[in-house]
């Protein structure tokens, strides 16, 4: 990459190249993943404005200290877990990386920084659905119109393997029809596609909805909801909130389902009984939609796992106060 002077040596005053155009263009990340790694320097901006002292107007890429990432990291610790914090020090180093790329003067701060060991992260496993349990999560969705909606909602997220995200942004026109078999276009992270043939059993599931739910052309999206007169797709908390919902009436007639059942679980449950039917890691993550098999080789830990009755409680998410000092020259680096 080539050198690139800079007015000032202020750490955040690249932020902006970074996440518009390093990471968006070159990199070809998700907008997900980019806002992400914004939240991520928004919070260590905050860190060291409120337990440091120190100003975004201030502070300078060369008061970068592995002392100073050190302490950030004890901060982290009292809120997040291991994961957490390894994934908000790795945007840190990234962000360093692309900084000593853009000048060699400051390869030796990025090299110090680089060299901070991740936190040891117990590798347990989160628990899966079972048949019994999907059977009775889907019944238990009701057999009324908003029930034949909500169960379609847990049909193609297990069916498909899909992601919340990718559910809600289903259209109408994604949908076709081989041999009598639905077929579903996937639009995934970083706008990679994928198709997803539902089985005999969902199409005929899919057949049934779109007639309630499709007669007159209600809504290009597949799943929506009507409000004050109003067509709008479902959103992803809405798809949360159903969930939960029918979760909570099942552990009341005494199921036993794990303490979290939430979209993705659907998603984790059907790569995980895809893999220990035998089916090869390959084709599982061509499914999932991951960029290779890495990633998808966690469900094959789990598998393992999930028949010594493994199961991690999903981690609390921490909301981050509000903060209004330097407003404009926050927005002006790309923070927030």
Known sequence: MMKKEWSGELFFSRVTDYLDTYLTKALSRSRHTVESYRDALTIFRRFLSVNKGMSITRFKVTDLTVEIVLDYISYLKKDYESSTINQRVTVIKSYMKYIAECDNTYLGIYTKISHIPPIKVSKLIRPVLDENMLSQIIECAGEDRKGIRNQMMMIILYDCAVRVSELINIRMNDIDTKNGVKIIYIAGK?????????????????????RLY??????????????????????????????????????????????????????????THLYQSGIPLEQISRMLGHSGIDTTKIYAKMSIEQMREIIEIDSNSIEEPEWNDEDEIIKMFGLR
């Open 190 to 210: 970083g706008d990679k596609e994928r198709i997803i043939v539902l089985s005999t059993r969902a199409t005929e599931h899919l057949n049934n909805y779109i």
């Open 214 to 271: 499709h007669s007159n052309n209600e809504s290009e999206y597949l799943f929506y909801t009507i409000i004050n007169n109003q067509v709008n797709h479902i959103t992803a908390s809405s798809v949360q909130k159903i969930i939960k919902k029918v979760a909570k009436r099942l552990k009341e007639r005494n199921l036993d389902l794990p303490e979290s059942v939430h979209p993705h679980i659907f998603r984790r449950s059907r790569a």
